[in-house]
């Protein structure tokens, strides 16, 4: 093995439903310019996307007359605001987005994905999710309770080249409620289920 050529990585990211620290959050936006110009960009452009077309750029600064450090965003008419005025989906979204970028796992666990998210905005979020972790080679593993969630999930997939999306529900068996048994879902069964509404969470 060349090490010299040696990326490391995290081998897992886990985000649960709490709201993420923003000051925790502004952090690992700052290491990602660093690891890779490009990604800063990236991080910016898909926020454009999934959450406002408005936006122009993104800002780590400290406030005045604090010690804590913020992601600022420009929007272009007027002065930039901190991200904790921008609401819980800005919020969340970048969240997620700066694990994956600043941390660079290879895996990344959410919890309840749909937390903090609209549903109008969520086939948008998943495309630009899916994207990301393509080009960055991760693999995600999400829990939600919303079908909203899983059909914008799909319909973002169903864009995408190969079947690159599965789903599983958890079932606690009848004869033996100790004992869950997994149901995998591929692309033709939940087009199925969507088609004709049936429950798959």
């Not at 690992?28 to 910016?44: F, G, R, S, T, V």
């Not at 079947?163 to 087009?191: A, H, Q, W």
Request: hydrophobic content about 40%; aromatic content about 8%.
């Amino acid at each position: 093995m060349n090490f010299s050529n040696f990326e490391a990585r995290e081998i897992i990211s886990i985000l649960t439903t709490k709201h993420g620290d923003p000051s925790e959050i502004s952090e690992l936006y700052n290491q990602i310019a660093p690891l890779n110009p490009d990604n800063e960009l990236k991080l910016e452009e898909l926020l454009r996307k999934a959450i406002d077309p408005r936006l122009r750029r993104l800002r780590y600064a400290k406030p005045q007359g604090t010690s804590t450090h913020l992601v600022y965003v420009d929007f272009g008419d007027g002065p930039m605001l901190p991200m904790t005025q921008l609401g819980q989906a800005f919020i969340r979204t970048l969240q997620i987005y700066c694990e994956i970028f600043a941390n660079r796992p290879k895996i990344i666990l959410i919890d309840e994905i749909e937390n903090g998210l609209h549903h109008e905005g969520m086939e948008d979020f998943w495309k630009g999710l899916m994207a990301v972790l393509e080009d960055q080679d991760v693999q995600l593993f999400a829990t939600t309770h919303s079908r909203e969630c899983m059909e914008a999930a799909q319909k973002a997939a169903s864009g995408m080249a190969g079947d690159p999306l599965r789903f599983m529900r958890l079932d606690r068996m009848v004869d033996d409620p100790s004992k869950i048994v997994g149901t995998t879902f591929g692309k033709r069964e939940m087009e199925t289920a969507i088609e004709f509404k049936t429950e798959m969470r």
